[in-house]
């Protein structure tokens, strides 16, 4: 009863919140998964869904593009290598191809989503990529693939394995009109317990005099070691994608920091430091409206510690995921106080949620939030399309 309240004097207070300011510049934005979806099953769906987006004032889609050890578009580099050239329940067609051409026709923003990054498999031990390439595995203290979670690992040290994952950015960014790129909480990232493969522990010994790396997989010196290594990853895919279309975001969504860095040696802080991030993105994904404020909190102290550019940061906030879909009073809680904090905008995981029951969180947010539309603050690359598209 205290929350329903509490959900109802914050309605009252708001005034019509969504009229009373300007909306340009605000992110709305949301995941699309190939998993408990059937959007990219055809392109009809694929219309309905962006048709659904932007009746309801979206600006800002993130399909998956890298799963399950799988592309959703064509890929060459998957080709040669595994002879899948895409996932094989997408035949001859090209998900991404058609999202884009029916995001851009509404006005919609696409950021390719990396989301299963340097994972090898789920469960499968290291699937067909480490069948074919052993050496790429990640290893833990005890010699054994790197698991966690039920994901198996390649070896994000390793050249070749970085190349590969470099491979698949590149075809995105090049052959297909996105408005940017994204990794997530696997990319670039590397469970702690690992980094004792015999190509990482060579690596090591030969910038530390011969010296082994230590057991303790949370020493301090050997965490920092191995972020060392993804941070100058993310700048070289930074720098890989902006030397194809300066236009072309780079953004990440990684866990809340310092867990990230603690659990999977994301140091994001340090790539936003050193300008190898357009937009970042953590993902507050929390169950109550307290645990939400409070995450908040702290990464907006992490902004500050490490004198970076608020503009650039959007939470992502946990919409839906199996049985459990976000109150509508918590929703609403929650991006208010997103707006009290001076951030612009936040990207949901995942569409499915603005559809369940009838799509009654989509309408939610369009009378309480996203009432008129919204001209996003980035999107650089769509722009210079379209207005050579009209010319």
């Given at each position: ?10 309605c ?10 300007n909306?340009?510049?605000?992110i ?23 048709q659904?987006?932007?009746?309801h004032?979206?600006?800002?889609v993130?399909?998956v593009?890298?799963n399950?050890?799988r ?12 002879g899948i ?5 997408y035949?001859?067609r090209?998900?991404l ?14 950021i390719?989503?990396?989301e ?13 990529i480490l ?6 595995a ?5 010699g054994?693939l790197l ?17 590969f ?5 590149r075809?995105?960014?090049s ?7 994204q990794g ?12 004792y493969s015999?190509?990482?522990?060579s690596?090591?010994?030969?910038e530390?005099?011969?010296?082994s790396?230590p057991?303790?997989?949370?020493d ?17 895919i ?5 030397n194809?279309?300066?236009?072309i975001?780079?953004t ?22 050193e ?12 169950y109550?409206?307290e ?7 702290s990464?907006?102290?992490v ?16 919409l ?27 990207i ?21 939030f ?7 603050p980035?999107i ?8 050579a598209n009209?010319?």
């Amino acid at each position: 009863m205290v929350r329903m309240v509490t959900f109802f004097l914050l309605c009252i207070s708001s005034c019509n919140f969504a009229e009373e300011k300007n909306n340009d510049g605000e992110i709305r934005g949301v995941w699309l998964t190939n998993v408990d979806s059937e959007v990219l099953s055809s392109r009809e769906n694929i219309r309905d869904a962006m048709q659904f987006l932007a009746d309801h004032h979206f600006n800002l889609v993130c399909p998956v593009v890298w799963n399950k050890a799988r592309t959703l578009y064509r890929s060459e580099l998957m080709d040669s290598l595994f002879g899948i050239t895409i996932d094989s329940l997408y035949g001859d067609r090209d998900p991404l191809q058609e999202l884009i051409a029916e995001a851009h026709q509404r006005d919609i923003a696409v950021i390719a989503w990396f989301e299963f990054g340097f994972s090898s498999s789920y469960n499968m031990n290291g699937g067909h990529i480490l069948k074919k390439f052993p050496h790429w595995a990640a290893k833990d203290e005890k010699g054994d693939l790197l698991t966690k979670n039920g994901f198996e690992w390649m070896n994000a040290y390793h050249e070749d394995v970085q190349a590969f994952i470099c491979g698949l950015i590149r075809e995105v960014a090049s052959r297909y009109a996105v408005d940017g790129i994204q990794g997530d909480d696997r990319l670039p990232a590397q469970p702690s317990e690992g980094g004792y493969s015999p190509y990482t522990i060579s690596l090591y010994k030969k910038e530390h005099q011969g010296i082994s790396p230590p057991k303790n997989h949370l020493d301090r010196q050997w965490l920092k070691w191995r972020s060392g290594k993804l941070n100058k990853l993310a700048g070289d895919i930074y720098d890989l994608v902006k030397n194809i279309d300066k236009d072309i975001l780079v953004t990440w969504a990684p866990s809340i920091y310092p867990w990230a860095y603690e659990e999977y040696l994301q140091e994001w802080p340090v790539w936003v430091k050193e300008q190898h991030a357009d937009l970042v993105i953590p993902q507050h994904y929390r169950y109550s409206i307290e645990e939400y404020r409070e995450t908040l909190d702290s990464q907006l102290r992490v902004m500050v510690e490490f004198n970076l550019d608020k503009a650039i940061f959007y939470p992502g906030i946990l919409l839906n995921i199996a049985d459990y879909l976000i109150p509508e009073d918590y929703l609403y809680e929650a991006i208010s106080y997103n707006r009290q904090m001076g951030i612009n905008g936040e990207i949901f995981f995942f569409f499915e949620g603005l559809r369940k029951e009838e799509g009654k969180l989509a309408r939610f947010l369009k009378d309480n939030f996203y009432q008129k539309r919204a001209t996003l603050p980035f999107i650089p690359r769509y722009q210079k399309l379209n207005a050579a598209n009209q010319n």
